[in-house]
T-cell receptor
Framework: AQTVTQSQPEMSVQEAETVTLSCTYD???????LFWYKQPPSRQMILVIR??????QNATENRFSVNFQKAAKSFSLKISDSQLGDAAMYFC????????????FGKGTRLHILP | GAVVSQHPSRVICKSGTSVKIECRSL??????MFWYRQFPKQSLMLMAT?????????EQGVEKDKFLINHASLTLSTLTVTSAHPEDSSFYIC??????????????FGAGTRLSVL
């Protein structure tokens, strides 16, 4: 069975600085999707970034980028130029290639932005 | 972008009553929808996968008779918490994957429903 592990329950970063959230996963599949979701205090789940496992190039979305290490089964999220609005719970997630399959979430990392 | 509407956003009910939560895909078709439960400061726990026109698939430990799921159309799934009790108080979230009308391979999430059972 696939699992997703986030080993950092909470992290803090100074505004405008860079922070990296860690995520590891376990799967026997060769192709799959990985995601980072953000859940702000409103509790609306927001897709931050996604990575297809067959793509070697790391995904980027503006200030958000990932370091995808397939062999190590590692998928970390880097947030550059942190802003107060980045404060939220961040969930790493995994899904098979089947779009109707369930998403498996990690336990989350709560990110605090220090002004 | 694709929108999933979840209603109501907040509901307070008396113990023993039933509560229905609706999840609608507004601008795309969704043959598959998911229902999650989230306790405070915890991750999302998948309760069931809702398939249009067929029975839902429940995760282990989730009572089918307690949490009734109906997915009667390509844009609507409902979760009914039957004979609700205080321990059912929680935050419920639905999501949907597109089978037409929106980019696929993405789960779109509703804004959630906070259920409080007195």
């Amino acid at each position: 069975a696939q699992t997703v592990t986030q080993s950092q329950p909470e992290m803090s970063v100074q505004e405008a600085e860079t922070v990296t959230l860690s995520c590891t996963y376990d799967t026997s599949e060769s192709d799959y999707y990985l995601f980072w979701y953000k859940q702000p205090p409103s509790r609306q789940m927001i897709l931050v970034i996604r990575q297809e496992a067959y793509k070697q190039q790391n995904a980027t979305e503006n200030r958000f980028s990932v370091n995808f290490q397939k062999a190590a089964k590692s998928f970390s999220l880097k947030i550059s130029d942190s802003q107060l609005g980045d404060a939220a719970m961040y969930f790493c997630a995994y899904r098979t290639m089947n779009r109707d399959d369930k998403i498996i979430f990690g336990k989350g990392t709560r990110l605090h932005i220090l002004p | 972008g694709a929108v999933v509407s979840q209603h109501p956003s907040r509901v307070i009910c008396k113990s023993g009553t039933s509560v229905k939560i609706e999840c609608r895909s507004l601008d795309f078709q969704a043959t598959t929808m998911f229902w999650y439960r989230q306790f405070p400061k915890q991750s999302l726990m998948l309760m069931a996968t809702s398939n249009e026109g067929s029975k839902a698939t429940y995760e282990q430990g989730v009572e089918k008779d307690k949490f009734l799921i109906n997915h009667a159309s390509l844009t609507l799934s409902t979760l009914t918490v039957t004979s609700a009790h205080p321990e059912d108080s929680s935050f419920y979230i639905c999501s949907a994957t597109s089978s037409g009308g929106a980019p696929k391979n993405i789960q779109y999430f509703g804004a959630g429903t906070r259920l409080s059972v007195l």
